[in-house]
Structures are given as structure tokens and as C-alpha cells.
């Protein structure tokens, strides 16, 4: 059982947005960078499932530049088995068929049984790399699971579907999943998995050119909203917030 | 006639939902803008039904598909296969839970460049250009393809439904086959025990915090919202303490949401909270530390006890509603 989990190096989701020099992309200035936390559920579903077979391969993937070599690292940490960093500088400005492509190539060679990814990247936010992905490796796709068991060559997953409703489905293997909050509770290296993942392979190679398809123009910041008010500092407040929804909001 | 603006619309046994319209109007919108019409293209049981309504809406065509709603891979193939006989300059969908798998499934079939969860969509020197949020809206971008076809799904409630009166004619079309059968089954899909309003549809979101010091609380939220016909939301801290479901949070961990009304009770407002749900276009913040961040995204603000204030105020709504 050889598994892959896509991992992407975001900046923390407690960042303060500063648009950079270029005006269409971020200032990294003072930025901390974390591994996508949803990005995090696909490594721990991926070493669950190899602890669950009694054996396999996990091995994390990453578009990025030098320094995502750290988030690897955790990973490798974590318990994963060996790491490949396909280096790019520019990485954060390509787009998700650009980024797909590219970890669709490298992650051919590696012949998966399973493919983990986040189901968005907390950075742009688009949520196509999972699906983009497994259309370029011609595998199925089932995105936002929450539940993920692996036997006989077959993958049971859950997923929400519309209106509280929850679909389940049953997926032959080779097969991507993109995978969302509650499928489990990522953990944490401990020591002796730092000083593991030291002698764990991580290679790097260079990502190489795809053409950008999705322009960037702009990158702005949103509007302040205007001034609120506060309508009062007790439950005898309630009366006149009614009224403010009713007739001047007219939200209710 | 190439270059029209195709619209992807949900629907289910001839009922089209309020995201379904949105992403409609943004279509007519957008053709207008682009010089060109808009096509709906709409697949099910029921498909024929619609063509009324999406006429009203701006729709020139409406192209009825048959094709396996219950395979994601064959219904994005077969409106893939539309799309390759139109040559639109964009395919819009609503980014819902349904668009939101769909879309990129058609933009690698028609190997074209998405947008995701747009706020905005115009025609700008020949081109399609999307607004969308990045970082759960801490800031925007403004994207266009860089070569022709645009795949552009529609945040809900970013926009609203016009009326536009259009033709609306009625095409059907059979589905292109799908290549392979690619290995996923839908088994089942189990009902919740009751119907829950989708939390980024929703056009009134009640969502509840730490403060209210325990899950049991929660019956009061859930009082609130059913007066409002509201869906119910959670802060990350409630949700990964165990009181509420995931499904529920709402912030860059969770859901990015754009309701008409927000009301914030128990909630401080940590900075991923309030990218999530800063677009909804009133926010009410009820919180006893008149310093909690909320109160500075909040329209009205009540400083006081949620445990006074809810209950009074799901009471005071029950009595509006009861007067009509």
C-alpha cells in the first residue's frame, strides 16, 4: 500500500494581510508559515491507513520553495516515510491546474494506491487541486471526506452532501481524496519522531515551468466596514434591536 | 454562437434552489456586459420544468440534459461535452456543496482555468474577470483566464436574483457518454433527522461561542434560529471542544459565509472568525465583554448576558412572526 499526501506551506491562519510591492500577491515580510491545516487530516489519514494494513509507504508531497523543506520535515516527523519537495520558488503564484500538473507528474512515477490531499488551501482558498489532480492521474475523486476506511483494494468514504444529508460511497482504489475537518485529529511529533524523520529520505528536484492560466490582476484588501452602534447593554436592549432588523436592516 | 455565457444551474424535480437563480443572474449580468446571451444548461428529473423560471432570470436557452445526476464524473462530462459545442467565454456555476465538486471536474475536462467562490464576475476589455475572496476573505484578488474559457463559480447570497425577461427556450440534449466508469459508487446518502439549512446558503446564520459555557446552551441558539429560519453556526473553540458538529464552524478552518444576517452571540471575534463572515450584510454581536473584536465588525451590538438576551429575543421574534 503506497499512499501520497499533498501538503501545501500556507502562511498561519492567524496573519494579518499586508498586499505586497507587486500589489497582486502578499507580504511574506512577517509572515509565519504552517502546513495547510487541512493539508495536516490528509497526513494523519495516510498513516492511519498504513498502520491499519500492517504495512505501506507513506510519502508527502509538496510544491514549494526551499524552505517548505521544514513543513516536510514535520511530516516525516509525524511518522511519514520519505518526502519530495518539488522546488519553486514562485510556487504561491501558480495556479491550481499549474500546481496540478506538476504534482500529477511526480506523482505518477510514484504509482499511489491512495492520494490524500486538503480540501482547500487556507491560502487561496479554491479547492481544485484534489479533483484537477485526479483527473490528470485518470483516478476517481470523492472530496470533503470525513470518514476514510481502506480494504480489499476498496476505500469506504463519507462525505456531507446537500442539506444535512450524508453520502456515503465506495471507491475501487487507485483514488484521490481531499479531505475536511473531522476526519481526524492530527498528532503531533513527538521526540522520538524528530529524531526519526533525520535519517528519512527527502529529496528535491526542481518543479520546472507550467504556464500560469489564471491571471492575477489585483490583490486588495476588503473594505472597513462601517461603524456599528450599540443599541443597549441589557436584555431591554432586545425591543429596539428588533426594530432596527425589522424596519431598518429589514433583515427579518 | 460561440463566446455565450453558460450557466450550470441546480435543480432538483423542476425546483431551482436561491443559489441556483443567483448564479443565473449573474450569467444575464454578464452577458449583457460581455455583448453575448446567456445559456442555462440543467440536468434531472425535472430539468424541462425549469425553463420558465430561468427564462425569467435571463436565461436565452435552457438547454435540458439528460444525464446521471447520481455520477459526478458523468454529469460534469456531459456538460463538458455542451460546453465543447458552444465555445462559451465562461461557465458559471453557484459554489455550492454540489458546485463546489462539479466545477473542477468540468474545468480539467475542458482543460480551462477556474475561479472559485466569486463575488463578482465582469467583462473587462473582451475578458472575463472574477472577484474573488482569498484568505476566508481577509483579502481579494481579481483574476481573469489567460486564454479564453473562464470557469467561474458563484459565492451563494454574494449577489441576488433579478428578474431580466429572456426567451428561455427549451433545448434538449443527450448526454455525451462518459469515457470509463471510474470507480465511484455512491452507495447511499443517508438523511440527517432533520432537514438542515446549508450553513453557507443560509440567509440568516445564529452562531454561538465559548461563552456559552457548555453544549446544553446550545438549545437556546437553536431556539433562536428556528424562530429566524435561520442555520445554526460555531466558533472553532466549540467546535473542537465537542459541542457542536464541524460542519458547523465558521472562519478560515471552517465556513466562509455571506448571510443577510449574522447574529454573533457568546462569540469574541478572533481574527479567522471574523474573515469567515465579515461579507454578511448585518451582524448582530451579543457579548458581555463590550471589548470582544466582534463589536467592531458588529452593526448593533447588545453588551450584556446572552443568557438574558437570547431567550427574550427569540420571543420578541416569535411575536413579530406571529403578527405576519
Known amino acids: 500500500m503506497k499512499i501520497v499526501a499533498c501538503v501545501k506551506r500556507v502562511p498561519s491562519t492567524d496573519t494579518r494581510i499586508k498586499v505586497g510591492a507587486d500589489g497582486a500577491s502578499i507580504d511574506t515580510a512577517q509572515v509565519e508559515w504552517i502546513i495547510n491545516p487541512y493539508d495536516e487530516f490528509a497526513v494523519e489519514a495516510a498513516l492511519r491507513v498504513k498502520e491499519a494494513a500492517g504495512s505501506g509507504e507513506v510519502v508527502v508531497v509538496t510544491l514549494g520553495p526551499a524552505d517548505a523543506a521544514r513543513e516536510l520535515k514535520t511530516c516525516l516527523a509525524m511518522g511519514a516515510d520519505r518526502a519530495l519537495l518539488l522546488k519553486d520558488a514562485e510556487a504561491s503564484r501558480r495556479d491550481a491546474l499549474a500546481t496540478a500538473t506538476v504534482l500529477a507528474a511526480a506523482i505518477r512515477e510514484l504509482k499511489p494506491d491512495l492520494v490524500l490531499c486538503g480540501k482547500q488551501a487556507v491560502d487561496n482558498d479554491q479547492g481544485q487541486v484534489g479533483l484537477l489532480l485526479a483527473h490528470l492521474l485518470g483516478m476517481p475523486c470523492v472530496t470533503e471526506i470525513v470518514k476514510l476506511s481502506v480494504a480489499d483494494g476498496k476505500a469506504a468514504v463519507e462525505r456531507a452532501g446537500d442539506e444535512g444529508t450524508t453520502e456515503r460511497h465506495e471507491v475501487t482504489l487507485p483514488a484521490v481524496f481531499t479531505c475536511q475537518k473531522g476526519l481526524n485529529e492530527p498528532r503531533y511529533a513527538n521526540l522520538k519522531g524528530i529524531m526519526a524523520a533525520k535519517k528519512k529520505p527527502l529529496d528535491e528536484r526542481d518543479a520546472g515551468p507550467v504556464p500560469a492560466r489564471l491571471n492575477v490582476a489585483g490583490l486588495e484588501l476588503p473594505a472597513a466596514r462601517p461603524d456599528g452602534r450599540i443599541v443597549g447593554t441589557d436584555a431591554a436592549a432586545v425591543d429596539e434591536l428588533v426594530r432596527l432588523l425589522r424596519h431598518e436592516a429589514k433583515v427579518i | ?324
Open chain 2, 1 to 324: 454562437m460561440a463566446g455565450e455565457i453558460l450557466v450550470l444551474v441546480e435543480q432538483m424535480r423542476g425546483a431551482l434552489k436561491s443559489t441556483a437563480l443567483q448564479a443565473m443572474t449573474a450569467g444575464a449580468q454578464l452577458a449583457a456586459a460581455h455583448g453575448t446571451t446567456a445559456v442555462a444548461v440543467v440536468a434531472g428529473e425535472g430539468a424541462e420544468q425549469t425553463s420558465a423560471a430561468l427564462g425569467e432570470h435571463g436565461a436565452a436557452r435552457v438547454i435540458a440534459l439528460d444525464a446521471d445526476t447520481t455520477d459526478r464524473t458523468a454529469w460534469a462530462a456531459a456538460v463538458a461535452g455542451v460546453a465543447r459545442k458552444l465555445s462559451p467565454a465562461a461557465v458559471l456555476l453557484a459554489h455550492t456543496t454540489l458546485g463546489k465538486d462539479l466545477g473542477p471536474r468540468i474545468a480539467a475536462l475542458l482543460d480551462a482555468p477556474m475561479a472559485s467562490d466569486c463575488v463578482a464576475v465582469r467583462s473587462e476589455g473582451g475578458a472575463i474577470v472574477a472577484r474573488r475572496p482569498v484568505f476566508a476573505g481577509k483579502a481579494l484578488v481579481h483574476v481573469s483566464g489567460a486564454n479564453g474559457l473562464l470557469v467561474v463559480s458563484i459565492r451563494p447570497n454574494a449577489l441576488s436574483a433579478q428578474k431580466s425577461p429572456a426567451a428561455g427556450s427549451l433545448e434538449r440534449e443527450a448526454a455525451t457518454p462518459p469515457s470509463t466508469g471510474l470507480g465511484d459508487v455512491l452507495k447511499e446518502v443517508i438523511a440527517s433527522a432533520q432537514k438542515k439549512i446549508e450553513l453557507t446558503e443560509a440567509a440568516i446564520i445564529v452562531s454561538g461561542g465559548r461563552g456559552l459555557k457548555g453544549p446544553e446552551n446550545f438549545a437556546m441558539i437553536e431556539e433562536l434560529a428556528g424562530a429566524l429560519g435561520a442555520a445554526v453556526g460555531a466558533s472553532r473553540a466549540v467546535v473542537d471542544a465537542g459541542w457542536r458538529p464541524h460542519g458547523e464552524q465558521v472562519g478560515q478552518t471552517g465556513k466562509t459565509v455571506a448571510p443577510q444576517l449574522y447574529i454573533a452571540v457568546a462569540i469574541s471575534g478572533a481574527i479567522q472568525h471574523l474573515a469567515g463572515m465579515r461579507t454578511a450584510k448585518y451582524i448582530v454581536a451579543i457579548n458581555k465583554d463590550p471589548e470582544a473584536p466582534i463589536f467592531k465588525v458588529a452593526d448593533y451590538g447588545i453588551v450584556g448576558d446572552a443568557f438574558e438576551i437570547v431567550p427574550r429575543l427569540t420571543a420578541a421574534v416569535k411575536a413579530l412572526k406571529a403578527q405576519g
